[in-house]
């Protein structure tokens, strides 16, 4: 059974960071591109990134071009996120996905929030 667990998401300064995690089980994490999503509440789901099943490609959302970064351990099945140079637009609800979406599963997410 496909599993996504965030983590890592906390309230931080703008100008501050954070590194989030996403823990894959049941599938092959090592053949799966893999995206990071955010939603706030009211507004659609936004994809912040996207990396490719080995870790060669990747590309960004406009909005955090030069700030966030994607990465993966295939051996830990685990996808990360690293945040930097916070902005209190980048608060939001932090998700992980498979590019192919498995039976339109979602994980439950880590909030991230940039405040002062």
């Known amino acids: 059974q496909v599993q996504l667990v965030e983590s890592g998401g906390d309230l931080v300064q703008p100008g501050g960071s954070l590194r989030l995690s996403c823990a894959a089980s049941?599938?092959?994490?090592?053949?799966?591109?893999m995206r990071w999503w955010r939603q706030v509440p009211g507004k659609e789901r936004e994809m912040v990134a996207w990396?490719?099943?080995?870790?060669?490609?990747?590309t960004y959302a406009d909005s955090v071009q030069g700030r966030f970064t994607i990465s993966r351990d295939n051996a830990k099945e685990t996808l990360y996120l690293e945040m930097n140079s916070l902005k209190p637009e980048d608060t939001a609800l932090y998700y992980c996905?498979?590019?192919?979406?498995?039976?339109?599963?979602w994980g439950k997410g880590t909030l991230v929030a940039v405040s002062s």
């Open positions: 049941g599938f092959k994490f090592r053949d799966y591109g």
């Open positions: 990396i490719n099943s080995d870790g060669t490609k990747i």
């Open positions: 996905n498979r590019v192919i979406i498995y039976q339109g599963y």
